[in-house]
Structure formats: C-alpha cells, structure tokens
C-alpha cells in the first residue's frame, strides 16, 4: 500500500518498517491521559474516526465507552497489532490512507481524535489532511485534537506546529469550541501540547 506521505511526496519515512522494528517513542503503551481524562466528562455523539490510530490504545479508551471508533494508520503492521490487542466490540480498525477517504466516508462520522497523526504530517501536506477530515466528518461533529507543538527534534517528524497555522487550515471547516493545555499527560510533554476541541461546520470542502 501507499504511504500516506510518500504519495503527498514530502516525507520519504517508511512507518510500516518502524513499527516492524519496534522503533515507535510515540506510543507509550497506553491512551493520552488528557483523553482519558475528558471521556470521563464528555463523550462523542455517534461513530468517530481516530486517524494515524497506531497500536490503538486511544482507540480502545473511546470504544470503552460505548462509541463506536474506527481506527485508520497506513502502517499495516500498526493494524495488525491493533486488531491483536482488540478488547471492545466498538474498536476497529483499517489500513487506509486518510489523505485518501473513500467516497464512502464522506460525512460518515460524527467526529474524530487525532494525537501524533498531524505532528507526523510535513507542514506542505497538512492543508490536504484538513481538508480530508472536514470532507469524513458531519457538520456538528466534534473534532478533538492534542496537537503536540514544539517537538524536542532538529528535523522531524514529529514536525512543529503553530497555532496560527492551525488556525488557518482549520478555521474554514470547524469552529473553536476551546482549547488548554492538558494537566494530564505522558512524562516529558509537559507544556507542550494543545488540546482543541471543534465543531464541525456545515461548509463542504472542495477535494
């Protein structure tokens, strides 16, 4: 299969081979504790796409709660350790390209969570990668995002992101609900993530 960004043309990292290796810092081995931590006071209204889902360890805290989640990561191999480690009836799980939604996906969900997928995305890219949520996502949707700002790297992935640029990119599809910075996280990312939460607006993008 493709490579997500091998197909955008930015990035030449073979994920499929780093999850083989075991070479994956990003995944710490359980859901983002901010996550956890907003599911316990909110929930999402219907089925949700969890795209870059990894091993599927956010995958598996929303679908405790009852909510039907499908997680999507070029990285077969990701997959395949997700569908292993599977312990809801909710969870599932897909190798697919999310820059590349099926027409069967257009306006399926009813909201999204994405952690380390964005970071991952060279910043030419990213306008496409909005683009592609707003195209799966229903207008009302809600859209919750840890996006991880200043990554401790010389060259990425994970690359930087800039509020400004979030703001640009997604602005036209979603409107700002809030946003913090999380008190419950993974050591070592303390400050330096922002949790946004958005609703989806009722304005179609052009793909």
């Known amino acids: 299969m493709e490579s997500l960004w091998e197909a955008a043309g930015s990035d030449d ?11 994956t810092p990003w995944d710490y081995g359980e859901a983002h504790p901010e996550l956890v931590h907003w599911l316990s006071q909110h929930h999402f209204p219907g089925e949700i796409v969890v795209p870059g889902c990894g ?8 679908a405790k709660t009852g909510t039907s989640v499908l997680g999507v990561d ?3 191999e990701a997959v395949h350790a997700a569908q292993h480690r599977k312990a809801s009836r909710n969870a599932h799980f897909q190798a697919g390209d999310i820059l590349k939604p099926p027409q069967a996906w257009t306006a399926r969900f009813l909201g999204a969570f994405e952690h380390t997928c964005y970071c991952a995305i060279p910043p030419s890219n990213r306008p496409h990668y909005a683009r592609s949520l707003a195209t799966v996502i229903r207008p009302e949707g809600i859209f919750l995002a840890c996006f991880y700002m200043n990554p401790d790297v010389v060259k990425g992935p994970p690359f930087p992101t800039h509020q400004e640029e979030l ?38 993008p052009a793909i």
């Open 13 to 23: 990292t073979d994920w499929n081979a780093r999850y083989c290796a075991g070479d």
């Open 55 to 62: 091993r599927g360890h956010d995958v598996q805290a929303i």
């Open 74 to 76: 070029i990285s077969n």
């Open 167 to 204: 703001d640009l990119l997604f602005d036209p599809y979603f409107r700002l609900h809030r946003e913090w910075v999380p008190s419950h996280t993974y050591s070592g990312r303390e400050g330096r993530e922002l949790f946004r939460e958005y609703v989806r607006l009722g304005i179609f």
